[in-house]
């Protein structure tokens, strides 16, 4: 299937119907690797105010053993800021070297709630570098839908797989919107830009 736009002047269509699929864990890293403190609500009114956004789906998993979680308040603002937030709990596990890891890979909610949204949208944008939606990214294609990959290159390493890059109708780099989705100094919304690591 060709890929019509890698350029940076691609142009979102305004009668598009776009969603937002967020990989929490996975935005975090690029976000972290580039410095910058994502503001969601500036994010969200950015493809607002360019295409007909139609959702914007964040997901991430959560910690539920008793401590307190950093991503709390995160997920708390973003549902009552025109988010969905779907979660699932983290499961918590000891490596072979003894060191506690966190297992919350949300990559097979995010494939199917995209299949099922597909026959709603036109345009997919997908905030993820991992390699393994290559598959979901050609499957969206072959049902009519444009699909947007953003993530960042300009990390150490690139956090976007280059197959995935390869695949997506076109490649938004993170680094690229930041000033338009980026936090202003005086803003103090209870946003938090915490992610669990996972594995």
């Not at 890698?6 to 009668?15: A, L, Q």
């Not at 910058?36 to 007909?52: E, G, K, M, P, S």
């Not at 290559?134 to 300009?154: F, H, I, N």
Request: with cysteine.
């Amino acid at each position: 299937m060709p890929n019509p736009g890698h350029n940076n002047n691609f142009i979102f269509y305004p009668t598009d119907k776009t969603a937002l699929f967020i990989d929490g864990a996975n935005l975090h890293a690029a976000a972290r690797s580039l410095k910058l403190d994502i503001d969601f609500r500036r994010l969200r009114a950015y493809f607002a105010a360019q295409t007909h956004l139609i959702r914007a789906f964040y997901y991430t998993a959560l910690i539920e053993d008793g401590d307190y979680s950093p991503l709390r308040p995160l997920v708390d603002w973003l549902d009552y800021n025109g988010y969905a937030v779907i979660t699932k709990p983290a499961k918590t596990f000891t490596d072979s070297e003894g060191q506690r890891r966190i297992k919350g890979n949300m990559d097979i909610e995010i494939a199917v709630d995209a299949m099922d949204f597909s026959s709603h949208i036109n345009h997919l944008v997908l905030f993820s570098g991992d390699g393994d939606f290559r598959r979901l990214v050609e499957a969206l294609q072959w049902k009519g839908v444009r699909v947007t990959v953003c993530s960042t290159m300009r990390g150490v390493p690139p956090l976007v797989a280059d197959e995935l890059r390869r695949q997506a109708d076109r490649f938004l780099e993170l680094d690229d919107i930041r000033e338009h989705i980026s936090r202003l100094g005086n803003q103090s919304d209870p946003q938090a830009t915490a992610e669990i690591e996972t594995v």
